[in-house]
Nanobody
């Protein structure tokens, strides 16, 4: 069973950058598609970015396209989300998620808070 732990959240001013990391335990990490999902208070959970098992295919939600970059290092069992040009609208709890390729995410981290001030 894979366990996910996020880190790297914090407070940053608009226009700044932040890098989130997700550490995964379990030797089956490389077989999972990974992604980042965020949720702001009072709002529905929103997909942010996804990456396939090999790291060769990525997908981004339109609001973050061109600003965020998702990557993975299967040797280190980590997934990262580099966030640049942050906006106050990016403020949310960010969750690392995993699931079999082509299937809904079924594993979730505890979340890390990202707050962007104007």
């Amino acid at each position: 069973q894979v366990q996910l732990v996020e880190s790297g959240g914090g407070l940053v001013q608009a226009g700044g950058s932040l890098r989130l990391s997700c550490a995964a335990s379990g030797r089956t990490f490389s077989s999972y598609a990974m992604g980042w999902v965020r949720q702001a208070p009072g709002k529905e959970r929103e997909f942010v970015a996804g990456i396939n098992w090999s790291g060769g295919v990525t997908f981004y939600a339109q609001p973050v396209k061109g600003r965020f970059t998702i990557s993975r290092d299967n040797a280190k069992n980590t997934v990262s989300l580099q966030m640049n040009s942050l906006k106050p609208e990016d403020t949310a709890v960010y969750y690392c998620a995993a699931g079999p390729q082509g299937a809904p995410y079924n594993l979730w981290g505890q979340g890390t808070q990202v707050t962007v001030s104007s």
